[in-house]
């Protein structure tokens, strides 16, 4: 068992470095999805429900949570913005309000307009006696 130590190590820097790179992300590619999916969020479309529910749980988990079928309703390129959102803020560890201008009143926007999409809005009838 001690003799494949240095073996089994070596493998999982090995899978671990795969996988760190298949879920990298620059610091630009972040910035243009979340200005990307700000905008999106922004508009009167099919795909501005699913935008602001990404950008508000990657925000803030706990007042706001993605229903992940709503992913569905983007289109790819819009999809490829909330992955690499999704993969800036848990690998990056960085804020989507961080990255872009202006980005916590643009922020306190959203959440203002997508007010009916909160957590307690959107369970309220869940907690009520």
Do not use: C
Not at 45 to 62: E, F
Not at 86 to 109: L, S, T
């Amino acid at each position: 068992m001690a003799d494949d130590l240095p073996d089994r190590v070596l493998q999982h820097l090995e899978e671990e470095a795969f996988l760190r790179s298949q879920l990298s992300v620059t610091e630009s590619d972040y910035r243009e999805a979340v200005n990307a999916l700000v905008k999106l969020a922004q508009s009167d479309t099919s795909g501005s429900r699913a935008a602001a529910q990404v950008l508000l749980s990657l925000y803030n988990g706990s007042a706001w949570h993605m229903d992940l079928t709503d992913l569905g309703v983007l289109d790819l390129t819009n999809l490829q913005y909330a992955l690499i959102a999704i993969r800036g803020r848990v690998v990056m560890m960085k804020e989507p309000h961080g990255m872009i201008d202006n980005g916590a009143q643009i922020f306190e926007e959203l959440g203002a307009r997508w007010q009916h999409m909160n957590t307690w809005e959107r369970y309220a009838d869940k907690y009520t006696d």
